[in-house]
């Protein structure tokens, strides 16, 4: 980080989640849906999850000075297929009276929010979050699906800070 500083480089962590949290929950079963060994989310129903969440952000946030601290929250739905079987998420569900599992990830980003803040950082997300329902839910968006022209819009119009890293042309892996 100090080199990067030295270049004049802002190096922002990201720490993907609910999504892309495999290695985390199989480390920590206990965070994930189910009884999925390293399920691909955490489980938004478990308040164990966003203490946990919490303390390890808290842990990042003294590693990167950065003002800002990704959280993807991008693909949630290629592991979240057993969210609506799930009794700890089937509970947030009723008490807060949802009735579709993007509202519950709504939850969880928006859980998120004062974790980060709390941190003096702000929140960036994949414009995937568009998608969900409930209004705004951080502070910027990494616009990456560039077939999806319509989030730079909409995401502006919603008043986010947008980054423009479209797939195509500039993910280095294609």
Not at 123 to 137: A, R, S
Not at 140 to 153: I, V
């Amino acid at each position: 980080v100090e080199y990067a500083a030295g270049l004049h480089i802002e190096v922002i962590p990201e720490i993907d989640m609910p999504g892309h949290a495999s290695s985390a929950n199989r480390a920590f079963p206990s965070l994930g849906v189910g009884d999925q060994p390293g399920s691909f989310t955490y489980n938004p129903g478990k308040e164990e999850v966003y203490t946990f969440i919490a303390n390890v952000l808290k842990e990042v946030a003294a590693l990167f000075p950065s003002q800002y601290l990704h959280f993807g929250g991008d693909e949630v739905a290629l592991g979240n297929k057993s969210w609506a079987s799930d009794p700890y998420i089937k509970a947030l569900m009723e008490r807060e009276g949802f009735t579709d599992i993007k509202e519950a990830e709504a939850y969880f980003h928006k859980r998120l929010a004062p974790i980060v803040h709390s941190l003096g950082k702000k929140m960036i997300g994949w414009d995937d979050i568009l998608d969900l329902p409930g209004g705004k839910q951080g502070d910027m968006l990494t616009w990456w699906r560039h077939d999806k022209l319509n989030h730079l819009t909409e995401g502006q119009e919603q008043g986010y800070g947008m980054i423009l890293c479209p797939r195509l042309p500039l993910y280095f892996d294609f």
